[in-house]
């Protein structure tokens, strides 16, 4: 099955600066790479995806890279704010299932 | 459009007591995933239903748990002879077709006491 590994684990950044989240899948069937927001309390919230025929997607300060020879894909978060802080998951789908990251908690300092 | 409602939001049982769990998807969404999320842990894949039809299971604990989408209603995931182990937040996430977007309700707090 898919294992998919994240880091760091925590983030703490100021203001402005930028934050990059790594994670490294293992099945290269996996075909379909969504990032998730989690605010405490809440449900997943779906920020963005990539598919595994294109190299890189931007939402406005949002973007995410894909290596699929390397299998591994990133999240980059650019101008952070401080309502930026929350969990961010990635996750891999292979046989129409999810298996997500362990998560990495980005603190947004004023 | 509502997104995925999940009912209800907090659920306490005690122990050896049954607890279910209600996921209605989004409109439009035959499939439906449920997930357990552990305190400051990720999320684990717990089963995949189409309407009325098991997908895949392999993430569910072999007793205990079932799970069901029925033909009408919401999906149903049902907990028997609950434990202290099974205090969780319980996601339902709905997607219209296979390897696409996923979205997830706000998750039901399971405590058991």
């Known amino acids: 099955g898919e294992n998919v590994e994240q880091h760091p684990s925590t983030l703490s950044v100021q203001e402005g600066d930028s934050a990059v989240i790594k994670c490294t899948y293992s099945d290269s069937a996996s075909n379909y790479f969504p990032w998730y927001k989690q605010e405490l309390g809440k449900g997943p919230q779906l920020i963005i995806d990539?598919?595994?025929?294109?190299g890189e997607k931007k939402d406005q300060r949002i973007a995410v890279t894909l290596n699929k020879t390397a299998k591994h894909f990133s999240l980059h978060i650019t101008e952070t704010q401080p309502e930026d802080s929350a969990v961010y998951f990635c996750?891999?789908?292979?046989?129409?299932?999810?298996?997500f990251g362990e998560g990495t908690q980005l603190t947004v300092n004023p | 459009n509502a997104g995925v409602m999940q009912n209800p939001r907090h659920l306490v049982r005690r122990r050896g007591q049954e607890a279910r769990l209600r996921c209605s998807p989004m409109?439009?969404?035959?499939?439906v995933y449920w997930y357990r999320q552990l305190p400051e842990e990720g999320l684990k894949f717990m089963v995949y239903?189409?309407?009325?039809?098991?997908?895949?299971e392999s993430g569910m604990p072999k007793e205990r748990f079932s799970a069901e989408f029925p033909k009408e209603g919401p999906s149903i995931l049902r907990i028997q002879q609950v434990v202290r182990g099974d205090s969780a937040a319980y996601f339902c996430?709905?997607?219209?077709?296979?390897?696409?977007?996923?979205?997830f309700g706000q998750g039901t707090r399971l405590t058991v006491v």
């Open positions: 996750a891999g789908s292979s046989d129409s299932r999810l298996t």
């Open positions: 990539i598919r595994s025929n294109v």
């Open positions: 996430a709905s997607s219209p077709s296979v390897d696409t977007e996923a979205f």
């Open positions: 409109k439009g969404h035959s499939h």
């Open positions: 239903l189409q309407k009325e039809n098991i997908i895949d």
